[in-house]
């Protein structure tokens, strides 16, 4: 949402700084017809107000390129017609267009039609003997489009990142959900079993007039029912912990959603169990920051008794700056007497090493 009305303002700026003042030239060219000037400013002002419906195009989904392509190249089209019209020198009202078509679709569409404007322009130029005087706004158009081009690849992938991890976290969820109401109903069924038939030996019991008999079967259910009670008070509380065994699952979902080759344990059973909950907290962390920043395509997790390390291929910074949360894993480590180590390898890449002496 933030992006569209982003773009949208961005939209509105450029009509309101561009659009008036060229609209204002047209009106004053008195060597033109009323109708030539007329037909011109309604052209320019439909390109305008075509910009301002790029939102619109954003909220096309992934799978809809068609649709953007089509609305990219109309859009492409009404510029080149309005440009052919008001003049050469004002090729800079391509720019919006170029960059929007740029970030909208995927790399090939975008330098395909993007590629064509160019053509197109250095062509008219060439025919009117202006080329060489246009070079410096061609080469603007053609910076603007590749630097577009970036942008667009960088939202993209952090779009299809974002929607990895709303996956991941839905299936985890649905996971714990499920691991939940299959362990109440283990304790539960077990222990209501029991009940049931101590009740029912209490009850015959009371029957038959054996009273002590009945008192201590009693007792025996009070006793069931406090340790049913604990064991689902212990799960309930458990249904937020972070479990190493779980973020190794999650861990390997999410590299193998964005990409990267994930060589990570089966088990974790070496680990000692008291430290298995920091070590979730370092996994997770450093697994995120492979994600977010390192452009890696493998990470490795390595793991001991009393130690974890997380190593990926990646460009070797970003990892450990400031506020990606190391600081708290290392606050983390040093409640439990441990520490965390981070920084680039010397033949690149990434390490992420807690342990605890």
């Known amino acids: 949402m933030r992006d569209k009305h982003r773009w949208w303002a961005f939209g509105l700026v450029f009509v309101l700084l561009y659009v008036p003042a060229v609209a204002w030239d047209l009106a004053g060219r008195t060597d033109r017809p009323l109708w030539w000037r007329v037909l011109t400013i309604a052209l320019l002002l439909a390109y305008a107000v075509s910009w301002l419906a790029l939102p619109v195009v954003l909220r096309f989904q992934d799978g809809d ?52 404007v160019l053509a197109v322009l250095v ?52 996971a714990e959900r499920n691991r939940l109401a299959r362990d109440l109903h283990d304790i539960l069924g077990h222990s209501l079993t029991t009940i049931t038939l101590k009740a029912g030996v209490a009850r015959r019991l009371l029957e038959s007039d054996e009273r002590d008999r009945a008192y201590d079967e009693v ?10 009670l604990g064991d689902v008070r212990a799960t309930v509380s458990g249904y937020r912990e972070v479990s190493l065994s779980a973020e190794v699952v999650g861990a390997r979902e999410a590299l193998r959603a964005a ?59 970003g990892a450990g700056t400031p506020g990606t949360g190391l600081t708290g894993l290392s606050e983390r480590l040093a409640e439990v007497g441990g520490r965390v180590v981070a920084g680039p390898l010397a033949g690149g890449g990434y390490r992420v090493r807690a342990e605890v002496a």
């Open 219 to 228: 007792r025996e259910i009070e006793n069931l029912t406090r340790q049913a």
């Open 123 to 174: 062509g008219a130029l060439v025919v009117e003997g202006r080329f060489p005087d246009a070079q410096a706004s061609l080469g603007t158009l053609l910076s603007v489009s590749l630097g577009m081009l970036a942008v667009g690849r960088m939202i993209r992938a952090n779009r299809a990142l974002d929607l990895a991890q709303e996956e991941i976290a839905a299936l985890a969820v649905t």
């Open 65 to 116: 390129v068609g649709r953007r392509t089509v609305f990219c190249v109309a859009l492409t089209v009404l510029g080149l017609v309005v440009v052919g019209l008001v003049g050469l020198d004002e090729a800079g009202l391509m720019v919006y267009v170029m960059a929007s078509t740029a970030i909208v679709l995927p790399a090939w569409r975008a330098i395909a039609i993007d590629g064509a």
């Open 259 to 317: 990409g990267v080759r994930a060589d990570l344990p089966h088990a974790v059973d070496n680990v000692r169990p008291d430290l298995q909950r920091v070590f979730g907290y370092v996994l997770r962390e450093a697994v995120t920051n492979v994600l977010r920043h390192a452009a890696a395509t493998r990470c490795e997790v390595r793991l001991g008794d009393t130690w974890l390390e997380v190593r990926d291929n990646g460009r070797g910074h």
